[in-house]
Nanobody
Framework: QVQLVESGGGLVQPGGSLRISCAASGSIFEVNAMGWYRQAPGKQRELVAVIASGGSTNYAGSVKGRFTISRDNAKNTVYLQMNSLKPEDTAVYYC??????????????????WGQGTQVTVSS
């Protein structure tokens, strides 16, 4: 069974920094793209950043230049370094990953998995 577990959220003052992490665990054959989404109260979930297995990245315009997504393929872990945080960055941040679980005897199939979410609050 594959799981995504996030960590590192919390309360930070405007202008501050925070790094959140997400580790994939379980019986994994392959991890492809990994990314971060966020959902603020009363708003729809939105893409924040995504990173391909080869390292190419894509960011939402609202976070470009302030947030950096990275990954450690050996640890099946994705990180989001958030700098110059603003109150409007307050949200629950969710990790998402495209993963092919181990399936002995069958061709691996890819599925999208979600983490449980971690709260990031930017407030003075």
């Amino acid at each position: 069974q594959v799981q995504l577990v996030e960590s590192g959220g919390g309360l930070v003052q405007p202008g501050g920094s925070l790094r959140i992490s997400c580790a994939a665990s379980g019986s994994i054959f392959e991890v492809n793209a990994m990314g971060w989404y966020r959902q603020a109260p009363g708003k729809q979930r939105e893409l924040v950043a995504v990173i391909a297995s080869g390292g190419s990245t894509n960011y939402a315009g609202s976070v470009k230049g302030r947030f950096t997504i990275s990954r450690d393929n050996a640890k099946n872990t994705v990180y989001l370094q958030m700098n110059s945080l603003k109150p409007e960055d307050t949200a629950v941040y969710y990790c998402n990953a495209e993963i092919a679980p181990m399936s002995p005897g069958y061709a691996p199939k890819k599925y999208h998995y979600w983490g449980q979410g971690t709260q990031v609050t930017v407030s003075s």
